[in-house]
């Protein structure tokens, strides 16, 4: 078999160490790739290739078309061709406007993601894959970081993406994207560019296009930082989630949270327990203004009530009780 080129085996070993912090997946394990066409994907795809071998993995590859934009749909059908060319099981997953129109709370490209991993998990389960892997890179994880800062996030939001979100796998959080570049141009893998990523439309495009290189320019090294920054974020919320699950039952039922008991808990333990007790009750997780102003709740009269997208809040009697809004 021919040897990886070096900048592959880099690629490569780098998500081979993730992987085995985090401790996944199992020998005989299937691991569904994400690829967009992308040379960060095509990079993980071609990573995880040279790791599966030893480890037993199996691999297969899932590609979405979002129809978003013209040239969408052949850029899915390249990858669907490439898989099927490498030997991989491919499935092809084309998204329709009621499957984006579900999300559109979330913004265009919340809902595009959101949309995107509820065609992909059940086309992960139908290949028998219980992980699903995305190309997410270290130069991601700083954007995300600067986008979170932005919105005003708290500490949990700082954390970023982590390797391990339940059955999601992101194996290049440690890997540059220069990297994932030089693998596929060593490689010579035929990599597609989205067009829309070279525009300053959303937000992380423009942190990706001029702020990020602004921070290196001011500080060489700040994306490697900020991916610091996440990290430690990470450590410290991993820390305290037993505290804020103890503190969460203290205060009753899931999402009737005794007023009394919220008031009296230091702000960031209280703020803490709102945000846990809105995910546990299948809510969307308030933001930090939405956060104070379920946490005020404590503190006014019976029948206040406040909301945010995807949840409500109201002081009911002795109780602050989280709920899902009436459509």
């Not at 880099?10 to 993730?18: F, N, W």
């Not at 404590?298 to 602050?320: E, I, K, L």
Request: hydrophobic residues 50%; neutral net charge.
């Amino acid at each position: 078999m021919t040897r990886a080129p070096a900048e592959l085996r880099v690629v490569a070993d780098l998500a081979g160490k993730a992987l085995a912090t985090a401790g996944v997946p199992a020998a005989g394990d299937g691991v569904a790739v994400a690829v967009s066409g992308g040379a960060d994907s095509l990079a993980l795809l071609h990573a995880l290739r040279v790791l599966a071998g030893p480890r037993d993995w199996r691999l297969a590859v899932l590609t979405v078309d979002h129809g978003l934009r013209p040239g969408s749909a052949a850029d899915a059908a390249f990858v669907a061709d490439y898989a099927k060319s490498l030997g991989l099981p491919a499935r092809l997953l084309t998204l329709a406007p009621a499957d984006l129109e579900a999300h559109r709370a979330a913004g265009p490209e919340g809902a595009a993601r959101a949309a995107r991993y509820e065609a992909l998990w059940p086309a992960a389960d139908e290949l028998g894959c219980p992980w699903l892997a995305t190309g997410h890179t270290l130069d991601d994880q700083a954007e995300t970081v600067l986008l979170q800062l932005l919105r005003g996030a708290g500490p949990d939001g700082l954390a970023g993406m982590t390797v391990r979100s339940g059955r999601l796998l992101r194996p290049l959080l440690g890997a540059r994207r220069a990297e994932t570049r030089a693998c596929c141009a060593a490689a010579g893998l035929p990599w597609r560019e989205d067009p829309t990523n070279a525009g300053d439309g959303p937000l992380r495009n423009r942190v990706r296009r001029h702020l990020l290189p602004l921070l290196e320019e001011l500080r060489p090294g700040a994306t490697q930082t900020l991916a610091r920054t996440a990290a430690l974020a990470a450590d410290e919320r991993d820390w305290l989630a037993p505290i804020v699950a103890a503190a969460l039952d203290a205060t009753g039922e899931e999402v009737a949270l005794d007023a009394a008991t919220l008031a009296g808990m230091p702000v960031a333990l209280g703020r803490r327990v709102v945000r846990a007790a809105a995910g546990r009750g299948g809510m969307a997780v308030p933001d930090a203004a939405a956060t104070d102003r379920v946490l005020a709740l404590a503190g006014a009269a019976d029948g206040t009530r406040t909301g945010w997208p995807g949840g409500v809040a109201v002081r009911d009697g002795a109780a602050v009780r989280l709920a899902l809004p009436a459509d």
